[in-house]
């Protein structure tokens, strides 16, 4: 069992990365996010006997983590006002005054403004996901995961013109 | 800042694959977090479901073994001076047992049905596939209480039915308000029992299912979206 968990929490370790941005995109303050990045380990650890290597480990993760902050997830705080919204990011990147950390900020900013769905489609193309697994995650055709992406593009584009 | 005007989200792949990960855990705090308590919407349904289940399932149970019905039902009878008591309370109770018993047996069908689709609620699913699992196990307990609603305004027609179906055929003259009380009570006491359990199940799940079905319709609006 211990050595079970010791495996599980390098693997996790190894790839937080991708909690952590599905955290921050399906959350409007830090506890929330905590609290969904633990949620979603829980329900990894749940269904780690049945994945043992079954699937990719990203396909297992992103399954399990989008379900889980879309679906599953309660949240303990209300959906904050605009000005709130800015400061959490702010906060995350107050010591980022680069132009790539700023880029960053303003995609999760922009991205956070799509509905719940759009959000994973997004996420999982800049993440280089193809669109056959962005599919099959989501319950969709491929056809129209490549439809509603590049549709998606020129929403993203308007966005990020009026908040840049 | 790039410029905005000429944005293009593949330029940005590489950026958002290379950022940086503010304040990472590590092994040991990833491993605390197996041990505390899971905090979701499923588990929340699943406890007050279970909860509706016992408490439904405890007054069929009650109903079952209850005498206060047939003395309840003897002093609406004196009141209303019905004659052929008997043969009437006879009647009646062998609906009434009959009913019990079907209500139980549907009862017993329901936490099957349940049961099987909460395992059903698989998180390594689909999203689309997850949600339907998830609206569909809710709809299961909703059918249950809406059945024994459904029982319960059933019996209670039927009863008011069969009492003035008796009270034309034996001609019997109502002259004190006992009657019209009954039937206003009987009238008034279900649309108070509906309308609590409207309020009750918006208060339950209203956030839970609209948040669903937003994210359901959203998925069939993708796929059914023209090319």
Redesign the interface.
Known sequence: MENK??T???L??DN??LI??VSRLYTHSLEDQE?L???I???L???YD??QGNSKIST?MY??A???A?????KKTRQPQTDELQDFHSK?FLE?ND??????S??YKVIKLL????R?I?MM????EPYKEIA??????E???R??MNRL?KI??EL??KH? | ??N??N???DS??K????????D?????E??S??N?K?????K?ILWISIAEFVIFGFINFLALFSEDFHTDFTSILNKLQIRNQNEIEFSLDRIYYWMKIFSLIITGVFVVIFYMNYKKI??????????IH?IHFKKTVNLFIFTNVFFLLLFIGSFTSFLVFTIKQQNIHVDNPTFWSLITGVVFSLLICIILILIYYKLAYGILLK??S??LK??EK??S?K?
């Open positions: 968990q010791k599980f929490s390098k996790i370790k937080q990365g952590i941005k609290d990045f633990q949620e380990v829980l329900q650890w749940k269904s049945s994945f297992w399954r399990v989008l379900n889980t879309i679906t599953l997830f309660r995350d980022d132009e790539k950390q700023q880029q960053i303003l995609l509905p719940d769905v759009e994973a997004v193309y800049l993440d280089d099959e995650t989501l319950g969709i055709t056809v129209n995961a439809v509603k593009k993203l584009k990020m013109i840049a | 800042m790039p905005s005007e944005f293009d989200i940005l792949k950026t958002w694959q290379d950022q940086m990960i503010p990472d855990y590590n092994q040991n990833i491993e977090m197996l505390k899971s905090r979701n919407y499923v929340y698989n998180v390594e699913s689909n999203l689309k596939k997850f949600i998830i948040r669903l937003v994210n959203q998925l993708i796929d979206e090319i």
